[in-house]
């Protein structure tokens, strides 16, 4: 019987990509950075940074380009300021990207909130991971994309844009206005089954990526399965303008 890896590996390879496991988180940093150079990106934008680990990430796989990153959760984003502090080429900005902006109620996750979430939290990921259950509520403000462009993003400045934004994406996406089409690469967080309440599911964020923004899939990063099962939960989508 096929596994949903397999399934997974076999839609990928029917667009050219070859969906492998990598064998600790280095090495797909590695290849992620070689395709942000290959595309010549000068600006990472990195909505829902948490406490900086992707950032992070980039920075020890050599990329050595400009990041700004969006935390709207006060105990991460402090973490996240402290590590920013020490590069000249990285920002905070102390926002969730939306569709609308204003006042929200971001919900808080356990488990040091990586998995927080303005959309209610579906019984799926709570019994795959108990520890992340919501455990609080905090008022953040909401910013529209498109509003911020001209103070986050330099003229000239090649963009790739990535949201770990549990169910949000699409949301963020619209925000970004006209300034889509000025996206050079993305990277969005999915799942494979309902997750969050109205989130993106694998199929969908696919196909918004490739028929309605125009990019092309290049990579497969790493993401949760369920401890119990071995089933693979989310993953994200690399993705770029050919």
């Not at 029917?14 to 000068?42: C, K, N």
């Not at 939290?121 to 905090?138: T, W």
Request: with cysteine; proline share 6%; hydrophobic share 40%.
């Amino acid at each position: 019987m096929s596994t949903l890896l397999d399934r997974v590996r076999g839609a990928a390879q029917r667009f050219g990509i070859d969906v492998t496991r990598y064998p600790d988180p280095e090495a797909y940093e590695t290849q992620l950075v070689r395709l942000v150079e290959e595309f010549e990106v000068d600006l990472v934008v990195d909505a829902g940074a948490h406490a900086g680990r992707y950032a992070l990430g980039l920075r020890r796989a050599g990329y050595r380009g400009r990041i700004v990153s969006f935390e709207p959760l006060d105990g991460p984003r402090r973490r996240l300021e402290r590590a920013a502090a020490l590069d000249d080429a990285w920002s905070v900005l102390p926002y969730a990207l939306g569709d609308e902006s204003g006042p929200a109620v971001l919900n808080v996750a356990g488990d040091d909130g990586a998995a927080s979430s303005v959309l209610p939290m579906l019984p799926r990921h709570r019994e795959a991971n108990p520890r992340s259950a919501y455990v609080a509520r905090q008022p953040v403000e909401v910013r529209r994309l498109d509003e911020l462009w001209e103070q986050v993003v330099a003229p000239g400045e090649r963009v790739f844009l990535k949201l770990d934004v549990r169910g949000y994406e699409t949301r963020v996406l619209r925000g970004a206005g006209e300034h889509a089409d000025e996206i050079t690469g993305l990277q969005l967080q999915t799942s494979f089954v309902p997750l969050y309440a109205d989130g993106l599911l694998f199929a969908e964020a696919l196909d918004l990526a490739r028929s309605e923004l125009g990019f092309a899939l290049k990579s497969l990063a790493p993401g949760a399965a369920d401890p119990r099962s071995g089933e693979l939960l989310q993953c994200g989508l690399v993705l770029f303008r050919d």
